[in-house]
C-alpha cells in the first residue's frame, strides 16, 4: 500500500493525513470525517479547483507531499458527537418471542391447520396485511363474546404479532363456523370438517367487518364503516332492453349504482389477461319482464366504477357449479395479471376527469426518477464516462454569460469561457426538479377524492397480496397465500423505508421468502397454484411537500 501525506484545511485547523493511493475519493471522506466529524455526504473536497468525487481512483490525482487540500462543509444535526446510546442495546438471544417477532426482517407467524381449513389460513394472512385493518381492530370493543368474530379476528391478529411459530386459530375459527354454519359442514363421511371456498370465507368475513368494525369520520354525525371506507367499491350501471320494439315504446334506460366490495374477472374462452376478465364482468346479459312489451325480453347491464377504494379486491371467478359430478369444478385458463394494475379505462367519464391527470403526472415524475438513478449507476460503473456525459453538462443559458461581441471582420470573439457543472450540481438541479414535479402532483389531485382518505386517488395499484389455489375443485385441493414483503420501519422517524421487492409465501404454518418471478407463475394454466383473489392497493402519492 502506497500512501502520501497531504495537509488538509477545514475550518482554520489543519490535518495531517496519509492518503492511500490505492483507495477511492470515498475512502479518504471516511477519513476526514474520523477527524472534522463531517459525514461523507456533506463534505466537499477541492482538488485543483474540482471536487473530488468517492468514485475518484486516488492515484490519479496527482498528489504531492504536503499538498495543502482545502474543505468545506459543516456536521449535520447530531454529526461528529459521539452520544451514548438512550436505549440500552438489547441482543436477538436477550430478547422475549415478541420483541423477537417485531423486529426488522422477522419472519412472520404462520397459521395451524385444523384439517381443511387452508382455505381461512390463506385469507386471514392476506387481509393481515392491510396497516389500517390492524389499526382499526386494536380499538374495537364489541360485544366481548367468544362467538363475536370480530372480536376474535382482533385477537388472533394480536397474537400473531407477538411470535414467529405457526399459531392455532380455533376461537375465530369456531365462532365464524356459529355465525356461518356452511363453514361447519361436514366431509360426506362424517370425518373431519369440509374443505371450503375461499371466496366465499374472504366475503363472509368482510361481510361481518363491514356490519361491526366502524370508525370514526371526524365532523360526521355517526361513524362510518372500515370496509366501505377502505375497500368498499361503487359501480354506476345503465341497463337497456335489448330488443327495438321497447325502445320505440318509449321505454328508457334505467341508471343505477351498487357498493360491492369485490371486482369480479369473469373467465371464458377468450380471456388471456385480468383486464380481459374484468371487461367481461362489467356487461351483463339479463333476462326480465318488460313493461312496456308486456313479456320478458333481453337486457343489457353496463357498469363503470365510480368509486375506487383503497384496497381493491379482485376475484377470478375460476368456479363453477358442474351438474354431472355436484361439486364446483375449476377453470384450468391461464389468465395473466400485472403487478400494477391501471383501472383507469372501467371508470365513469367524472372519475375518469379527476384521475387521468394525476396518473400521467405520476407517470411523467416516475420517468424523471428512472433517468437520474440510470445516470448515477452510469457514472459508478464507468466514471471516465459519466464525467464525460454529465459532469461536462453545460449550464443554461442564463448561467453560461456569453458576451459575444463582432469585429469588423465578421468573426465571434468570446470573452467569457463557458462553465460547465459537476456531476453533484447536475444531479442536485434533477432531483430539485423531480421535488417540484411531485409537489405539482399532489396540486393535481381531484379536491374531494383528497378528502376521502379511503379512496384511490390516480387509478394506480400495485399487488400487495395473492390467494391461490391448487387442485381441480373448491371442495378439495389446497389453498396458500402470498403477501409482499414492506420496507422497514424507523422506529423514531416513523418512515418507512424501501422494499425489496420479496414476497412471503404462507402455506399454513410454515412461512418462506420467495421471489417476485414466483408471483408470476401463479397465472393457473392447470392444477398448480393459480390465483384466485388479488388485493391490490392504491400507489403512494406525495404529499403537498413532496415528501411521500
Given at each position: 500500500?502506497?500512501?502520501?501525506?497531504?495537509?488538509v484545511k477545514h475550518q482554520g485547523k489543519k490535518y495531517d493525513v496519509d492518503v492511500d493511493t490505492s483507495a477511492t475519493g470515498e475512502v479518504f471522506k471516511y477519513q476526514l470525517y474520523s477527524l472534522t466529524g463531517v459525514e461523507p455526504d456533506r463534505?466537499?473536497?477541492?482538488?485543483?479547483?474540482?471536487?473530488?468525487?468517492?468514485?475518484?481512483?486516488?492515484?490519479?490525482?496527482?498528489?504531492?507531499?504536503?499538498?495543502?487540500?482545502?474543505?468545506?462543509?459543516?456536521?449535520?444535526?447530531?454529526?461528529?458527537?459521539?452520544?451514548?446510546?438512550?436505549?440500552?442495546?438489547?441482543?436477538?438471544?436477550?430478547?422475549?418471542?415478541?420483541?423477537?417477532?417485531?423486529?426488522?426482517?422477522?419472519?412472520?407467524?404462520?397459521?395451524?391447520?385444523?384439517?381443511?381449513?387452508?382455505?381461512?389460513?390463506?385469507?386471514?394472512?392476506?387481509?393481515?396485511?392491510?396497516?389500517?385493518?390492524?389499526?382499526?381492530?386494536?380499538?374495537?370493543?364489541?360485544?366481548?363474546?367468544?362467538?363475536?368474530?370480530?372480536?376474535?379476528?382482533?385477537?388472533?391478529?394480536?397474537?400473531?404479532?407477538?411470535?414467529?411459530?405457526?399459531?392455532?386459530?380455533?376461537?375465530?375459527?369456531?365462532?365464524?363456523?356459529?355465525?356461518?354454519?356452511?363453514?361447519?359442514?361436514?366431509?360426506?363421511?362424517?370425518?373431519?370438517?369440509?374443505?371450503?371456498?375461499?371466496?366465499?370465507?374472504?366475503?363472509?368475513?368482510?361481510?361481518?367487518?363491514?356490519?361491526?368494525?366502524?370508525?370514526?369520520?371526524?365532523?360526521?354525525?355517526?361513524?362510518?364503516?372500515?370496509?366501505?371506507?377502505?375497500?368498499?367499491?361503487?359501480?354506476?350501471?345503465?341497463?337497456?332492453?335489448?330488443?327495438?320494439?321497447?325502445?320505440?315504446?318509449?321505454?328508457?334506460?334505467?341508471?343505477?349504482?351498487?357498493?360491492?366490495?369485490?371486482?369480479?374477472?369473469?373467465?371464458?374462452?377468450?380471456?388471456?389477461?385480468?383486464?380481459?376478465?374484468?371487461?367481461?364482468?362489467?356487461?351483463?346479459?339479463?333476462?326480465?319482464?318488460?313493461?312496456?312489451?308486456?313479456?320478458?325480453?333481453?337486457?343489457?347491464?353496463?357498469?363503470?366504477?365510480?368509486?375506487?377504494?383503497?384496497?381493491?379486491?379482485?376475484?377470478?371467478?375460476?368456479?363453477?357449479?358442474?351438474?354431472?359430478?355436484?361439486?364446483?369444478?375449476?377453470?384450468?385458463?391461464?389468465?395473466?395479471?400485472?403487478?400494477?394494475?391501471?383501472?383507469?379505462?372501467?371508470?365513469?367519464?367524472?372519475?375518469?376527469?379527476?384521475?387521468?391527470?394525476?396518473?400521467?403526472?405520476?407517470?411523467?415524475?416516475?420517468?424523471?426518477?428512472?433517468?437520474?438513478?440510470?445516470?448515477?449507476?452510469?457514472?459508478?460503473?464507468?466514471?471516465?464516462?459519466?464525467?464525460?456525459?454529465?459532469?461536462?453538462q453545460p449550464s443554461s443559458s442564463k448561467d453560461k454569460k456569453k458576451d459575444e461581441k463582432k469585429p469588423a471582420g465578421g468573426d465571434v470573439e468570446m470573452t467569457t469561457e463557458e462553465t460547465f457543472k459537476t456531476d453533484a450540481e447536475f444531479e442536485?438541479?434533477?432531483?430539485?426538479?423531480?421535488?417540484?414535479?411531485?409537489?405539482?402532483?399532489?396540486?393535481?389531485?381531484?379536491?374531494?377524492?383528497?378528502?376521502?382518505?379511503?379512496?384511490?386517488?390516480?387509478?394506480?395499484?400495485?399487488?400487495?397480496?395473492?390467494?391461490?389455489?391448487?387442485?381441480?375443485?373448491?371442495?378439495?385441493?389446497?389453498?396458500?397465500?402470498?403477501?409482499?414483503?414492506?420496507?422497514?420501519?424507523?422506529?423514531?422517524?416513523?418512515?418507512?423505508?424501501?422494499?425489496?421487492?420479496?414476497?412471503?409465501?404462507?402455506?399454513?404454518?410454515?412461512?418462506?421468502?420467495?421471489?417476485?418471478?414466483?408471483?408470476?407463475?401463479?397465472?393457473?394454466?392447470?392444477?398448480?397454484?393459480?390465483?384466485?383473489?388479488?388485493?391490490?392497493?392504491?400507489?403512494?402519492?406525495?404529499?403537498?411537500?413532496?415528501?411521500?
Open positions: 500500500m502506497s500512501t502520501i501525506s497531504v495537509v463534505q466537499k473536497v477541492l482538488l485543483k479547483g474540482s471536487q473530488l468525487k468517492d468514485d475518484t481512483d486516488m492515484s490519479k490525482v496527482g498528489l504531492k507531499p504536503g499538498q495543502m487540500i482545502m474543505m468545506m462543509g459543516t456536521p449535520g444535526e447530531g454529526g461528529g458527537a459521539i452520544v451514548r446510546p438512550t436505549e440500552k442495546v438489547k441482543f436477538v438471544e436477550d430478547m422475549t418471542e415478541a420483541e423477537a417477532a417485531q423486529q426488522a426482517g422477522a419472519t412472520p407467524a404462520g397459521l395451524q391447520n385444523f384439517g381443511n381449513t387452508c382455505y381461512l389460513n390463506s385469507t386471514l394472512q392476506v387481509l393481515r396485511s392491510i396497516p389500517e385493518l390492524n389499526d382499526a381492530l386494536k380499538s374495537y370493543k364489541g360485544e366481548q363474546s367468544m362467538l363475536d368474530p370480530t372480536l376474535q379476528l382482533r385477537n388472533l391478529y394480536d397474537m400473531m404479532s407477538k411470535t414467529q411459530e405457526g399459531i392455532p386459530p380455533l376461537a375465530f375459527l369456531n365462532a365464524l363456523r356459529v355465525t356461518f354454519p356452511q363453514f361447519a359442514e361436514r366431509e360426506r363421511d362424517g370425518h373431519g370438517y369440509a374443505q371450503q371456498d375461499a371466496e366465499e370465507a374472504w366475503s363472509q368475513i368482510l361481510t361481518q367487518l363491514k356490519q361491526k368494525l366502524k370508525i370514526s369520520e371526524g365532523d360526521a354525525a355517526r361513524d362510518a364503516s372500515f370496509i366501505d371506507k377502505y375497500m368498499g367499491l361503487e359501480l354506476t350501471s345503465v341497463l337497456e332492453c335489448d330488443e327495438p320494439g321497447a325502445k320505440e315504446a318509449g321505454e328508457e334506460p334505467k341508471t343505477s349504482k351498487e357498493r360491492l366490495l369485490k371486482l369480479n374477472c369473469h373467465i371464458d374462452g377468450q380471456t388471456n389477461h385480468l383486464r380481459d376478465g374484468i371487461v367481461n364482468g362489467l356487461v351483463e346479459k339479463l333476462e326480465k319482464k318488460s313493461e312496456v312489451l308486456d313479456r320478458e325480453a333481453t337486457y343489457t347491464k353496463r357498469s363503470q366504477i365510480s368509486r375506487l377504494p383503497k384496497y381493491l379486491t379482485v376475484h377470478f371467478m375460476r368456479f363453477f357449479w358442474k351438474r354431472e359430478v355436484q361439486k364446483k369444478a375449476k377453470i384450468m385458463r391461464k389468465v395473466t395479471f400485472p403487478h400494477e394494475l391501471d383501472v383507469v379505462e372501467f371508470c365513469t367519464d367524472e372519475l375518469r376527469k379527476a384521475l387521468i391527470p394525476v396518473r400521467d403526472k405520476v407517470r411523467e415524475v416516475r420517468k424523471e426518477e428512472h433517468d437520474i438513478e440510470r445516470a448515477r449507476k452510469r457514472r459508478k460503473m464507468n466514471p471516465i464516462d459519466g464525467e464525460n456525459a454529465q459532469g461536462s442536485a438541479e434533477k432531483e430539485a426538479e423531480v421535488l417540484a414535479a411531485k409537489k405539482e402532483l399532489y396540486t393535481l389531485i381531484d379536491q374531494d377524492l383528497l378528502k376521502d382518505e379511503g379512496a384511490n386517488q390516480s387509478g394506480l395499484y400495485e399487488l400487495r397480496g395473492v390467494i391461490t389455489h391448487q387442485g381441480a375443485s373448491a371442495d378439495s385441493g389446497h389453498y396458500t397465500a402470498y403477501v409482499k414483503k414492506t420496507g422497514v420501519k424507523d422506529p423514531v422517524t416513523g418512515k418507512v423505508g424501501e422494499e425489496d421487492g420479496k414476497w412471503w409465501w404462507f402455506n399454513d404454518d410454515k412461512v418462506s421468502e420467495v421471489e417476485a418471478e414466483k408471483i408470476t407463475a401463479l397465472a393457473g394454466g392447470g392444477e398448480s397454484h393459480s390465483a384466485l383473489i388479488l388485493l391490490y392497493r392504491a400507489i403512494p402519492l406525495p404529499s403537498a411537500d413532496g415528501t411521500q
